[in-house]
C-alpha cells in the first residue's frame, strides 16, 4: 500500500495588538517569541487527526485552537488524510502576546503549504480567524494579521486590504507581564468591559493619534508614534484590570519609553523605544521596578518588530 509522507514546519511570531488608540486595527510582530508547527502527512482514506502540543494550552481538539484551524481547513478543502501535528508553544498564553494567534496563524499557513491549497493572505486571515473566535470569544484580526504578515499591520476588513509597514530600524519594544490572576477567558471578559457607545471628543483624539502612530512608522520617527499611542477609549475602560498601568507607563517616559500601551487585553505592556538615542534595557528596568515597588512580580524581555509566519523546515 502506498504511504506518502510530507513534512512541513511553520513559526509565527507573538504580537502586540491595538498599540493604543488602534483596538482590533493596528498590530506589531514580535521577533520572539513564536510557535512552531510540524504537520506531517500520510495517505488514507480518511480525515484524522493525532495532535500533540508541548506547552500550557488545551490538549482537546475541540478546544485549541492550532487544533481547530486544521480541522477547518480539512473539512473545507476534503482533505483526506492522516495528518500528524505537532505544536511547540513558544508564546505564553493569557498575557495579552496574541498566542491564540500565532497557534491559528501557524496552522492555517503550514496547510496552506503542506497540501499547496494556494490560499492567499485574506483566506489564511479569515481561517485564522475562526481559532481566534474559539480562544478569545471574537474574530479580531490584529493579532492574526501581525502574526502572518511581519512588521507593523493594519488589519482588514471586508471592503479594505491588510497593510504592513515595516518599522524603523531603531525600534525596541520593551514587554512586560505581571504575575496577576486575570479572568477565565480573559480576552472575553475584557472586551465586555468596552463601552457601547463613544463620545465623539474622544473618537476624534483617536483618530490623530492613530494615524501618528502610522505617520511615526512610515515616516520612522519613534517619537512620533510613541506619542500617537495614547488611547481615550479602551485602555480606561480596562483599567480595572490593570490597576498598576498607569504608574508602569509613568516609570517608563520617565526612564525615555516614547510611548506605552497595554498590550491587546493585557495584562503585558508594551513600551516603543528609540535605541538609537535611549537605552531599551533602562525602560525595562524601570517597569519592573515599578511593579516590584507594589509588590507584584514581573518578568519582561527586549526585543524587535519581527518577521510573519514562514516556512523552517
Ligand atoms: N484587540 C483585541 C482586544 C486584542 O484588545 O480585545 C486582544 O488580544
Redesign the pocket.
Same mark, same amino acid.
Given at each position: 500500500m502506498l504511504v506518502l509522507h510530507r513534512t512541513v514546519v511553520a513559526a509565527a511570531p507573538a504580537s502586540c495588538?491595538?498599540l493604543g488608540p488602534g483596538?482590533?486595527v493596528f498590530g506589531i510582530a514580535l521577533c520572539e517569541p513564536e510557535d512552531r508547527i510540524e504537520l506531517e502527512v500520510e495517505d488514507s482514506s480518511t480525515f484524522s487527526l493525532d495532535f500533540e502540543v508541548e506547552g500550557n494550552v488545551p490538549r482537546e481538539q475541540e478546544k485549541n485552537a492550532a487544533a481547530f484551524v486544521i480541522s477547518c481547513i480539512a473539512r473545507k478543502y476534503r482533505i483526506r488524510k492522516r495528518i500528524k501535528a505537532r505544536l511547540r508553544k513558544g508564546v505564553p498564553v493569557g498575557v495579552?502576546l496574541?498566542s491564540s494567534a500565532a497557534s491559528s496563524v501557524v496552522s492555517a499557513f503550514a496547510m496552506n503549504k503542506v497540501f499547496k491549497l494556494g490560499m492567499d493572505v485574506m483566506q489564511i486571515l479569515a481561517f485564522s480567524s475562526e481559532g481566534e473566535k474559539l480562544c478569545?470569544g471574537a474574530a479580531?484580526l490584529?493579532?492574526i494579521t501581525a502574526s502572518l504578515l511581519g512588521g507593523f499591520t493594519i488589519s482588514p476588513s471586508r471592503f479594505t486590504p491588510p497593510v504592513s509597514i515595516k518599522p524603523p530600524d531603531s525600534l525596541a519594544l520593551c514587554v512586560v507581564t505581571p504575575q496577576v490572576d486575570t479572568p477565565e477567558r480573559k480576552?472575553e471578559y !475584557?472586551?465586555s468591559l468596552l463601552p457601547e457607545k463613544v463620545g465623539l471628543p474622544d473618537v476624534v483624539s483617536n483618530i490623530r493619534n492613530a494615524s501618528l502612530v502610522v505617520a511615526g512608522m512610515a515616516l520612522s520617527d519613534i517619537d512620533m508614534l510613541g506619542m500617537g499611542m495614547e488611547d481615550y477609549i479602551?485602555e480606561r475602560s480596562r483599567l480595572k484590570m490593570n490597576p498598576h498601568y498607569p504608574s508602569v507607563k509613568l516609570e517608563a517616559k520617565k526612564a525615555g519609553a516614547s510611548g506605552v500601551c497595554i498590550s491587546? !487585553?493585557g495584562p503585558s505592556i508594551l513600551a516603543v523605544v528609540d535605541s538609537s538615542k535611549r537605552k531599551p534595557r533602562s525602560v525595562l528596568d524601570s517597569m519592573l521596578r515599578s511593579y516590584r515597588k507594589s509588590g507584584i512580580k514581573a518578568e519582561g524581555f527586549v526585543t524587535k518588530p519581527g518577521k510573519g509566519a514562514r516556512i523552517v523546515g
Open positions: 495588538a491595538n483596538f482590533d495579552g496574541g478569545s479580531h490584529d493579532n480576552t !475584557a472586551r479602551v491587546g !487585553a
